[in-house]
Structures are given as structure tokens and as C-alpha cells.
């Protein structure tokens, strides 16, 4: 397979990204063009993975904000890639440019949210009301405790 690649897509490059979005995310074409849209005009980006031919295979959202607990960091909401065995990962190239990004940005850390499991603290929340369809994990940045590939950890509650 040839080599992947990661470039931030321009706004007319967002209707080819869609059927990456829909499989992750579920919202119309509508939806992910307004999200996109607001995105990239708050300071945030979209990036893909494509191969030499122009397919992609993945696709990720970010921007930048303050947190109360982790500083600035680099959040990225969306998160998808499809890997067929290639000599290199389409998740961790997108990682490693989201990471130089978060760097670049003076970002503390890089959040991501992702699908949730269920568990024990789901079910604590349910009682208000609140469901767990997602969950935010957390590297900090920085850190000579951190290497480059080391893997997200959760964020401690």
C-alpha cells in the first residue's frame, strides 16, 4: 500500500470526508458541513489521512481551548480511521500530527473524545439523567514521562 498522508482539509474538501464522519458520528451531510464550518472559522481544523490516490483513511476534528484542569489543550472530538494493514497506522499518523499541532499551538495537553464503554461510573450519572455516550481521554504533553506514542490515558475524575 502507498504511504499515508495528513493534510487539513479546505471547506470545499468537507463533502468527501462525510462518509468517514457519517460511520463515526451519525449526523447528516448538513450537520457535519455547520460543525466543520464553525470549526475551522473558531481556530480549529480538520484533518485527513489519504493515500497517493486521494482515498481516505481517516479523518480527525480539533481546536484548541482553556480547561480548568488540563490548561490549554488541543481537543479533538472526532476521531476516525480505517486501517487494512498497512505498513503504517492511519491512527497513529494522525495522532503524531495532532500531537505536533497541540505542541505548536502551546497546548498542555491533547483531549479526545471518544466512544464510551459502559462501567461502574456510567451508572452513577444515570440517576440525573445523564447517559455516557462518549468519554474524553487525556495525554498530557510535554512530560519527559511521555513519549510520543505512549498511548492516551483517561482523565482522572
Not at 30 to 44: P, S, Y
Not at 74 to 83: A, K, N
Not at 136 to 156: I, K, N, Q
Request: charged share 20%.
Amino acid at each position: 500500500m502507498a504511504d499515508l498522508h495528513v493534510v487539513c482539509l479546505e471547506q470545499g474538501d468537507l463533502a468527501s470526508a462525510y462518509p468517514l464522519v457519517r460511520s463515526a458520528a451519525g449526523v447528516t451531510p448538513d450537520a457535519w458541513q455547520k460543525f466543520a464550518h464553525r470549526l475551522m472559522g473558531g481556530g480549529g481544523g480538520v484533518l485527513a489521512v489519504r493515500v497517493d490516490g486521494g482515498c481516505l483513511y481517516g479523518l480527525a476534528t480539533f481546536r484548541p481551548l482553556d480547561t480548568l484542569r488540563h490548561k490549554r489543550a488541543l481537543h479533538v472530538e472526532l476521531l476516525v480511521t480505517i486501517d487494512l494493514g498497512s505498513r503504517q497506522s492511519a491512527r497513529e499518523v494522525l495522532l503524531d500530527r495532532l500531537r505536533r499541532i497541540a505542541e505548536e499551538r502551546a497546548c498542555r495537553s491533547l483531549m479526545l473524545t471518544v466512544p464510551a464503554r459502559s462501567g461502574p461510573g456510567a451508572t452513577q450519572w444515570a440517576k440525573g439523567d445523564f447517559t455516557a455516550p462518549t468519554a474524553t481521554l487525556v495525554c498530557e504533553l510535554g512530560s519527559s514521562a511521555h513519549h510520543p506514542r505512549t498511548a492516551l490515558a483517561a482523565s482522572p475524575r
